[in-house]
């Protein structure tokens, strides 16, 4: 690509993030906008303030979906769904009438059927079903969850148009039938302590166990079937203070903190780590473990938002690439999945935009204490060099 003295890179610290065709929309963990990119030349082409959000305030919104030419704006801490009309340009929003709390958030995972966006909100033991045509909620249905059901105390994994809700404290699995509505429910003959769900989408159910296993298990098995176990070498880092300690996955049981998830290619399945610099991906019909990583993704010291974790998984609405975001490097890795080849994405943006969006975001001069602790002080220095002055 021609080098375009307009555009310079900058490092958006990017949360959650979807791709159709030539677009990639995201947010930024620093809340400065609903941004689209242009991914044949890695162009931010707009920058869209977010309603009732606040530059470096909790992160109201956790995920994105795209449903015809309707952003979905999936609530973490906020007791609305937001939804960006792209041709319009415009938002709209659904109210929960659920009561929020930073602490406990909201939504857990969502899911999309024939244009109805059902919700599951562990919080309060609901899946809210949304009309995201009539853009109004339809029917709430009840989980039967224990009492003292804590968030972290269950893991969900949706296969084969149904969710599956591990209840890891009661040792069940709860089985929802999307098209159906209806609930399954059976108790687990294996130890939910050894065994828990990966977060994803896939054919089959997966699970990450003790020791760096990964298994697949049916719901009417009584034990999960064990595919792979990750290379005896690769290890994963925990924070301790301002430093690093290193485990070997083989020698370490899971953490259930930890939010592991998956990608299902179809022909294989890839490990997405939370703490891990490598990329792994099983054969489903071998079991040949192939693994992908960048040498400037070892983690040498405790970085900033090291505890964050590795890796953002970016969905892709025609699942034709695997886009993987680097919280170390700043980029997004598009993975061929065919081919195990990978280029780097680097997004820049024009001197102008970053000018206005900036200002536009930045305001009572809390900023500059903020973005310290974030790591990104060089928008200071951004702000400055633009056309060699502060600005107009």
């Known amino acids: 690509m021609k080098y375009d003295s307009e555009y310079i890179y900058f490092p958006f610290l990017i949360k959650y993030a979807v791709v159709e065709g030539n677009s990639l929309w995201f947010m930024d ?9 242009d991914i044949t030349d890695n162009k931010i082409k707009s920058i869209y303030k977010i309603p009732e959000t606040q530059l470096f305030e909790e992160n109201k919104y956790y995920g994105l979906k795209i449903v015809n030419n309707k952003l979905i704006l999936l609530p973490y801490c906020s007791g609305s769904i937001l939804i960006f009309h792209i041709n319009e340009k415009t938002f709209s929003k659904i109210d929960l009438n659920i009561q929020t709390d930073v602490q406990n958030p909201i939504c857990k995972a969502s899911y999309v059927y024939d244009e109805m966006l059902y919700l599951f909100i562990l919080s309060v033991g609901e899946v809210v079903v ?14 039967l969850l224990d009492k003292n059901y804590q968030m972290n105390d269950s893991k969900i994994q949706f296969s084969g148009m149904c ?3 591990q209840d890891i404290k009661l040792g069940r699995m709860i089985k929802f039938d999307i098209r159906n509505q209806t609930f399954e429910q059976r108790k687990l003959l294996w130890n939910t302590s050894q065994w828990q769900l990966m977060e994803g989408e896939g054919q089959e159910l997966y699970l990450r166990g ?19 176990q990750l290379p005896s070498e690769m290890k994963y880092y925990v924070k301790e203070d301002n430093t690093l300690r290193w ?3 083989q020698k370490t049981k899971i953490n259930k903190a930890m ?16 703490s891990s610099a490598e990329l792994v991906r099983i054969d489903k019909i071998t079991h040949e473990i192939k693994k992908l ?12 938002r090291i505890s964050w974790g590795k890796y953002f998984l970016c969905e892709d609405v025609n699942r034709e690439f695997l886009w993987v975001y680097s919280l170390k490097r700043n980029i997004i890795y598009k993975i061929n999945i ?19 969006s900036i200002r536009n975001c930045f305001v009572n001069h809390k900023w500059v204490e903020e973005s310290a602790h974030l790591g990104i002080l060089q928008l200071i220095g951004y702000v400055q060099t633009l056309n060699g002055s502060e600005g107009d």
């Open 29 to 37: 963990i620093a809340n400065i906008g609903l941004c689209h990119a």
């Open 130 to 143: 949304v009309d995201l045509k009539e853009e109004k909620i339809t029917k709430r249905i009840t989980i």
């Open 163 to 165: 969710a599956y809700i």
């Open 210 to 228: 003790d020791y760096g296993q990964i298994a697949k298990w049916e719901w009417m098995a009584d034990e999960p079937h064990i595919l792979a």
């Open 247 to 249: 485990e070997l996955y």
């Open 259 to 274: 939010l592991e998830k998956f990608y299902d290619d179809g022909e294989g399945i890839w490990f997405v780590p939370f």
């Open 293 to 304: 990583v960048h040498a400037d993704e070892e983690e040498q010291s405790a970085r900033n």
């Open 338 to 356: 065919k081919e195990f080849t990978y280029e780097e994405i680097k997004l820049s943006i024009s001197k102008r935009d970053l000018n206005i």
